[in-house]
């Protein structure tokens, strides 16, 4: 139940960081979506333990999955950006 619960939390962080950062070069889609989501509560929950604001045991809550959703997006647009100005 744990994994399916880390999905659901992620598809939102994703859907919410999607509407949250503007721009064009952002993944589409629902499975994209749900790891943009996955991902990010996964940097966050990195980033709070190195910051020790969360313990060894402790996860992102759905705030720090959203602002880790929020900066993966930003690092893939422009990982993105790039590679279209390259081309």
């Known amino acids: ?17 999607k509407f949250i950062t503007p721009g064009s070069n952002e993944p589409s889609g629902f499975i994209l979506t749900t790891i943009l989501g996955i991902v990010g509560a996964f940097v966050a929950t990195w980033l709070g333990q190195a910051l020790g604001w969360y313990q060894a045991g402790q996860g992102a809550g759905l705030i720090g999955a959203v602002v880790g959703a929020i900066i993966v997006l930003v690092i ?6 790039r590679r279209q100005t390259a081309l």
């Open 76 to 81: 893939w647009g422009m990982i993105a950006g």
């Open 1 to 17: 139940m744990s994994i399916l619960w880390t999905i659901v939390i992620g598809f939102l962080a994703g859907v919410i960081a």
